[in-house]
């Protein structure tokens, strides 16, 4: 069946920069985009990036353009989201999820990113 | 960008309830529009897409409607497996994919 396995969450000084991967089975990877969301626990969820199926699109929220890079490698069923330069706000579970057509059908159990000094 | 903005923000209902949640968005977005919900303590889980197209193994109790601006979920009769916060969230044309900020259902 499909699965979504996120890691390389943890506690990160502001500033600082953390990698998150998103190890994927169960489906054919490289025929579907991509998103990362993320929710600041005990709130409500943020869109935070897409990439196509093939990496040649990327889109990324406001609040994160310009930090954070998202990239796949199609030959590892893996998806990535680089973090850089994080601050407080950014604190939250991250989660990979499938694109179908936009929304997503199929989500991992999320990562939790605490930045914290 | 567009904005997503659902009402109410919580709500209360008996079992056996019929239990309606709106979503507008603040400029068409045709029917691009899909609903989750999220249990306690879980992982996102999609209901309905495409405004009204229900997801392979989600109940029958579940509906959606709407197009352009304004959209509702509605659950026939409410079962108390029910509870959790639900989200609506556009992915017409470009990104961001906006979120609402998420309707909490509870069973009175």
């Known amino acids: 069946q499909v699965q979504l396995v996120e890691s390389g969450g943890g506690v990160v000084q502001p500033g600082r920069s953390l990698r998150l991967s998103c190890a994927t089975s169960g489906f054919d990877f490289s025929s579907y985009d991509m998103h990362w969301v993320r929710q600041v626990p005990g709130t409500g969820l943020e869109w935070v990036a897409l990439i196509s199926y093939d990496g040649t699109f990327k889109n990324y929220v406001d609040s994160v353009r310009g930090r954070f890079t998202i990239s796949r490698d199609n030959s590892k069923d893996t998806l990535y989201l680089q973090m850089n330069s994080l601050r407080a706000e950014d604190t939250a579970v991250f989660y990979c999820?499938?694109?179908?057509?936009?929304?997503?059908?199929?989500w991992g159990q999320g990562t939790l990113v605490s930045v914290s000094s | 960008d567009i904005q997503m903005t659902q009402s109410p923000s919580s709500l209360s209902a008996s079992a056996g309830d019929r239990v309606t949640i709106t979503c507008r968005a603040s400029?068409?977005?045709?029917?691009?529009l899909a609903w989750y919900q999220q249990k306690p303590g879980k992982v996102p889980k999609v209901l309905i897409y495409?405004?009204?197209t229900l997801q392979s193994g989600v109940p029958s109790r579940f509906s959606g409607s709407g197009s352009g601006t304004d959209f509702t979920l509605t659950i026939s009769s409410l079962q108390p497996e029910d509870v959790a916060t639900y989200y609506c969230q556009k992915y017409s044309s470009a990104p961001p994919y906006t979120f609402g900020q998420g309707t909490k259902l509870e069973i009175k």
């Open positions: 999820a499938r694109g179908r057509d936009g929304y997503s059908d199929s």
């Open positions: 400029q068409d977005i045709s029917n691009y």
């Open positions: 495409a405004a009204s």
